[in-house]
């Protein structure tokens, strides 16, 4: 099996920075895209970013010059540097991986965590 551990978020204050860290572990073969979503309350799940195994990135425009997704491939951790927040960046946080175990690639999220931005 596979399991993604998202590291705690927290609260902030608007402006400020917080940095999210998600690291998979298990049967991995490889690592595909790695993301982040974000869910608020009432909403569907929707993407912040991504970044492929090579290294290419894109972003939601709300987040596009605040937010930076990186990954470091020999720890299977991806991470997200969130600045200049915003109160409406205050959601649940997911991380997204698409791991090959070899004889099949699945997508795999992890726990949540919650940020929240305070004016």
């Known amino acids: 099996q596979v399991q993604l551990v998202e590291s705690r978020g927290g609260l902030v204050q608007a402006g400020g920075s917080l940095r999210l860290s998600c690291a998979a572990s298990?049967?991995?073969?490889?690592?595909?895209?790695m993301a982040w979503y974000r869910q608020f309350p009432g909403k569907q799940r929707e993407l912040v970013a991504a970044v492929t195994s090579g290294g290419s990135t894109n972003y939601a425009d709300s987040v596009k010059g605040r937010f930076t997704i990186s990954r470091d491939n020999a720890k299977n951790t991806v991470y997200l540097q969130m600045n200049s927040l915003k109160r409406e960046d205050t959601a649940v946080y997911y991380c997204n991986a698409e791991v090959s175990q070899g004889w099949r690639t699945g997508d795999y999220w992890g726990q949540g965590t919650q940020v929240t931005v305070s004016s």
């Open positions: 298990g049967s991995i073969f490889s690592i595909n895209a």
